[in-house]
């Protein structure tokens, strides 16, 4: 399975993006997706989850009421609107497929996530 992102880019403060996450090889399925961000030289955060129903959304308390996390399963396709951006976003952005061996409570550690896709930059200038 692979999984490719884009959408990234350079943007002012302030200003909005919208990421994309094509999946192949295989349908969403069940699966919980989600993004993840890593500035130069930090860690990978957690920034949002959706279930494969988008009943249940899970955000960073640092991109909530920001951003919105999205899924199209008849494009096998998963989005990330990011709005009111801040020099603070500036990371790279990567989707991820959740590894089904953890709980539905465990979601915020890049150990718990797998199939990650190349990732797409995303910058913005103050």
């Known amino acids: 399975v692979q999984l490719q992102a884009s959408g990234g880019g350079l943007v002012q403060d302030g200003g909005s993006l919208r990421l994309s996450c094509t999946v192949s090889?295989?349908?969403?399925?069940?699966?919980?997706m989600g993004w993840f961000r890593q500035a130069p030289g930090k860690e990978r955060d957690f920034v949002a989850a959706?279930?494969?129903?988008?009943?249940?959304?899970k955000y960073a308390d640092s991109v909530r009421g920001r951003f919105t996390i999205s899924r199209d399963d008849t494009r096998n396709t998963l989005y990330l609107s990011m709005n009111d951006l801040k020099p603070e976003d500036t990371a790279v952005y990567f989707c991820?497929?959740?590894?089904?061996?953890?709980?539905?409570?465990?979601?915020?550690?890049?150990?718990?996530?797998?199939?990650w896709g190349q990732g797409t930059q995303v910058t913005v200038s103050s």
């Open positions: 959706i279930t494969w129903t988008g009943a249940s959304i």
């Open positions: 090889g295989r349908s969403f399925g069940r699966n919980v």
């Open positions: 991820a497929a959740k590894d089904p061996r953890y709980s539905s409570s465990a979601y915020r550690g890049s150990h718990e996530w797998k199939d």
